[in-house]
């Protein structure tokens, strides 16, 4: 029987850390860093093993861990992973320890910095967990509040603008997520807020598709769905490199992940209603994330946008309810979570030293920082869905999957497959490659922790780009029941 | 009738608070100048004893002194929650009572008057009782916003308060006239007997009752409109005086609009949800979006609470007669407002600790407190996180509970504006961490904070998180004192 603290454990340890950082010192800052990497690493192994040793022949949910909270309103703290959840626990746990040593160099407010990480991390891990709707809430806006002071203390460009936009944002679509949520309770009349309660209650069409859209929208803005996105590229702009990391490879990806989690497992005539409309969202999601990542100067600008328009490829496969597509949008989860990480510790590497981000400026970087260079092109390869490389797989079968119901959609999409390749190959060139720019023969390659960090994340990208199976088979055993059961509605 | 011994135990808190109050009267008298803080610590003796008093009340449910009082688990919640807000404000207080204000010993005594009117008020079972108890509260409150003698501002505030106070208890007391004028009766359980007979002699009147009521008790707590009086009294007040009003006379207000309602109205709740409703609307609107605009932060937090008695007026319109979803309303009342009291509690002490420091309480003079005073800001980031619903602390619980609750009442239109609020509260709460966190400090250096003082701000961050990450105990107890309302 396997047993069942490793889910409660990779949330506690994360949240135990952070009271712990904030009882040290300011002055301890090598100590402050080791407990961080600690945990990180702790949490890193955790998730492995939940990955590794999740049954994939068996469905549901494995891992289970239930307590009684407040049984008064029916709320138990009930954690467990399904197919989908384990390849997003695994995720954060390798954004988490990568985010971490990328950070190593920090020296200004080490403590506060580390602790609202832990608490950040905290909240990540609970919210992919959680088995109660109420938890899920719980830990969702958790993951929300250190974003605040974490990208307004140690931000850079307009970071109290960037800060309080993307706070503001986020709120707002947590707003429509409590509503959706209280009426989702009332209308089960079951007392209970526990997801394996809820799936058995059948709600009124009417109710649903009244509801799915509190849930599509309010999810939605923390998945960067478009026109809800506006938050996403100004905070990741703003964000300092671990922060940036987390979010936009991990957080963007609550939100989706709540989109299916709750919306179309609870509500699945409502996401046959609206799930047409999430499709063009998507589809302009895909589009105009491209094209607008073409038209930036600023390096991280660029990866915001891509970040926007890998998401859409995302949303489009959950979109069109087809088992091939949304298991490649599942994947393209963890491969883009994998790959935007990369590319935002990159570009942190390059603007500690250069403190530009501006492309027009840089050229032949690729001659001082030859390891950067590298992880970039791979990293921008897998972007451009490159065979051999994770993209290739992800993308791959949410074009087929497409295909087979909305061929038009398939095709927009492959456009913006097409544009992701003109921006990263004239980012790689203009930034990397050709004759050094004069003022940039002082800048020396990443320092080792970084290095260490960085690799994981290429060889994340190469392994799953080249033995996608384990990791399909996993999201396979989740995601054929979750369709099944939006669409047997019919 | 002579009271009973049975009488006399059962209302034992209060005869020792009151015996206390004068003690420390009395001590005032006796004490050189150089040890009136002592007065401070008997006070907080006489708390613990008031407290453990209560706690060995425990289960009973007796009505005492031939009815006019009733001691049950909802009045037992109350005292001990009166009196650990009143040990708080005492702690608060023993800084800045010493250094800025004159007359300690009527201070401390007054304090506990008022937290004895308090106790009585929500152990009261019939109109008179209350009114008397009510009248007690706003007395010893009335002078003691007013308590800072030379400060014009104070003065101000203690005015207004004590002349708009006057008249909303003249109001209250015309409607509750009316009340007995149409049912015949002043206690509650007779009164909510009579108006289950059907309407009484006119409803008009009785319409004018309830009306009448709403407005004086919505005064009380600072509902919109009746809340003009809050920001000048909140501001001009002595800090934990304003730290007093804000959170324990709300929850006193809030004792006895549930005891009304519940006991003595509750055939009328389902006409009156409507009105309830939109008075609970316009106070979360009016409170939050007002509160954007404050520069001073007492007046600030004088808007915010206004925003929150919205909140706990939403938990009143989703009252019922009916047992299981009016308990469950009740209950996250209760729920809400002790964590609301730790949390705003500990703002305050934030406050006072700043303005011991530097003399100033303007939002831009928080500036930087998080290298000024790392613990505290990060303690004031903590409880208006609380305030504005965030989880690990106890106002997202709590929240959560009474939006539950009116979602159960078909209110799901209210709390739609509710969290929207809660959005907007959230912005000006923000505006006063990035003041701590991103805006440089003007003088470096970090400030001398009294130990009593941290001791007391970690305590209360202590409860407010652990109420958010485990309200089991509290929900259990807030639970069996709303049980007994519906008996």
Redesign the interface.
């Known amino acids: 029987m396997i047993p069942d603290p490793p889910l409660a454990l990779t949330v506690a340890i994360p949240f135990a850390t952070a009271i712990l950082i ?1 009882l040290i010192p300011e002055r301890q800052q090598g100590l402050i860093k080791l407990l961080a990497t600690l945990a990180g690493a702790l949490c890193l192994v955790l998730s492995l093993w939940i990955f590794v040793a999740y049954n994939f022949s068996r469905a549901g949910f494995q891992f289970q861990l239930q307590s ?6 029916g709320i138990t703290f009930h954690l467990g992973v399904d197919g989908i959840s384990v390849l997003m626990v695994l995720l954060t746990g390798i954004v988490m320890f990568t985010a971490i040593l990328v950070t190593w160099g920090l020296t200004y407010r080490v403590k ?1 910095f580390f602790a609202f990480l832990m608490l950040l991390v905290t909240g990540v891990f609970g919210t992919f967990q959680s088995l109660d709707l ?1 938890f899920f809430f ?2 969702y ?2 993951a929300i ?1 250190p974003m ?2 974490l990208i ?2 140690w931000g850079s460009t307009r ?2 603008y960037g800060a ?1 936009k993307l ?2 944002f986020l ?2 679509g947590s ?1 429509l997520v ?2 959706g949520l ?2 989702t ?2 209308a089960a009349s079951s007392a209970s807020f526990d997801l394996l309660e809820l799936e058995k209650v059948t709600f009124t069409a009417d109710f649903q598709r009244f509801f799915f859209p509190f849930f599509l929208v309010g999810f939605g803005v923390l998945a960067g769905l478009w026109p809800f996105h506006t938050w996403s590229p100004d905070g990741h702009v703003a964000a300092p490199t671990a922060v940036s990391m987390l979010h936009a490879g991990v957080l963007m990806k609550l939100g989706a992940f709540g989109i299916i989690r709750i919306g179309v497992h609870l509500f699945p005539e409502g996401a046959q209603t609206w799930m047409p409309l999430l499709l063009v969202l998507a589809t302009v999601n895909v589009v105009y994330g491209a094209f607008s990542a073409m038209a930036q100067r600023d390096l991280k600008f660029v990866i915001g946008y891509s970040s926007v328009s890998h998401m859409g490829y995302v949303l489009m496969g959950f979109a069109t309810l087809n088992v091939v597509a949304m298991n490649g949008a599942v994947l393209q989860m963890f491969s883009h979570g994998i790959m935007t990480a990369l590319f935002f510790a990159l570009v942190g590497v390059i603007y500690d030293q250069a403190h530009t981000r501006d492309i027009a400026v840089f050229g032949g970087l690729a001659r001082r920082m030859g390891t950067v260079a590298a992880f970039f092109a791979v990293g921008g390869l897998a972007s451009m869905g490159l065979p051999g490389l994770s993209g290739f797989v992800a993308e791959f079968l949410v074009f087929v999957g497409t295909f087979q119901t909305y061929p038009v959609v398939a095709v927009l999409g492959i456009v913006g497959a097409l544009a992701t390749a003109v921006y990263i190959l004239r980012l790689l060139a203009l930034a990397f490659l050709g004759p050094l720019n004069e003022r940039w023969t002082g800048l020396t390659d990443m320092n080792r922790y970084t290095w260490a960090g960085t690799s994981i994340l290429v060889f994340c990208l190469v392994l799953v780009g080249l033995w996608p199976g384990p990791f399909i088979d996993r999201i396979a055993t989740s995601v054929g029941p979750l369709v099944a059961r939006a669409l047997g509605a019919l | 009738m002579p009271p009973s011994a049975s009488d006399l135990a059962l209302v034992a808190p209060e005869l020792w608070l009151a015996g206390w109050a004068f003690l420390v009267f009395t001590a005032d008298l006796f004490l050189p100048a150089t040890r009136k803080t002592w007065l401070a610590y008997l006070s907080l003796a006489g708390l613990v004893v008031v407290a453990l008093s209560a706690l060995s009340l425990g289960g009973v449910s007796a009505p005492a002194f031939g009815g006019i009082l009733v001691v049950d688990r909802f009045a037992v919640f109350f005292k001990l929650l009166f009196a650990v807000i009143a040990a708080f404000v005492i702690l608060c207080s023993i800084h800045y009572v010493q250094k800025r204000l004159s007359y300690p010993g009527e201070y401390y005594a007054l304090i506990l008057l008022s937290t004895l009117g308090m106790m009585l008020l929500a152990a009261s079972a019939e109109l008179i009782t209350a009114y008397i108890s009510l009248e007690l509260v706003s007395f010893s409150l009335y002078v003691l916003v007013s308590y800072a003698k030379t400060n014009a501002k104070s003065n101000e505030g203690g005015m207004k308060y004590m002349l708009l106070g006057a008249f909303a208890s003249a109001l209250l007391l015309y409607g509750l006239s009316f009340l007995y004028g149409v049912t015949g009766e002043t206690s509650f359980e007779a009164i909510a007997v009579a108006l289950k007979g059907g309407p009484t002699g006119g409803s008009l009147a009785l319409s004018l009752a309830v009306v009448l009521l709403l407005a004086g008790l919505s005064f009380k707590v600072a509902a919109v409109p009746f809340h003009m009086w809050a920001p000048d009294a909140y501001e001009g007040a002595p800090t934990p005086v304003t730290a007093f009003i804000a959170v324990a006379s709300k929850a006193a207000g809030f004792a006895l609009v549930l005891r009304i309602f519940v006991e003595a109205l509750s055939p009328l709740l389902a006409d009156w949800r409507g009105v309830v409703a939109l008075l609970a609307a316009l106070t979360m609107v009016v409170g939050n979006l007002v509160a954007i605009q404050q520069r001073n932060i007492k007046r600030m937090l004088a808007y915010s609470s206004v925003g929150q008695v919205g909140y706990l007026l939403v938990g009143v319109a989703a009252l019922t007669p009916d047992p299981e979803h009016g308990a ?1 309303a009740t ?1 996250a009342m209760l729920l809400h407002l002790a964590g609301y009291a730790a949390a705003n509690l500990a703002a305050f002490l934030v406050v006072i600790l700043l303005d011991h420091a530097t003399g100033k309480d303007d939002i831009p003079d928080f500036a930087g407190l ?1 290298e000024r005073a790392p613990f505290a800001a ?1 303690a004031l ?1 903590a409880s208006l ?1 609380s305030l504005a619903g ?3 602390f106890a106002g ?2 709590t929240k ?2 009474i ?2 609750a009116a ?2 009442a078909d209110l ?1 239109w209210l ?2 504006l509710a ?2 609020m ?2 907007v509260s ?2 000006y709460y ?1 505006m006063v ?2 003041q701590m ?2 805006v440089p400090a003007p003088e470096p250096g970090r400030l001398r904070v009294p130990a009593l003082l941290t001791g007391t701000l970690a305590v209360l961050l202590a409860l407010v998180v652990f109420i958010g990450v485990w ?2 105990p509290l ?2 107890a807030a ?1 069996a004192a709303s049980a007994v309302l519906f008996r």
């Open positions: 904030f009684n909270w407040l049984p008064s309103l506060d109420f719980f830990f806006e958790l509040i605040y002071l307004g203390v970071k109290e309080l706070t503001i709120t707002a707003v409590w509503v209280l009426a309770y009332v | 469950m209950s998080a990060l980031t996180f965030l989880p690990i997202f619980v959560f509970y939006f539950a979602a159960q799901l709390v739609l969290t929207l809660s959005l959230f912005y923000l961490v990035k966190y991103m309200p089991q929900a259990s639970e």
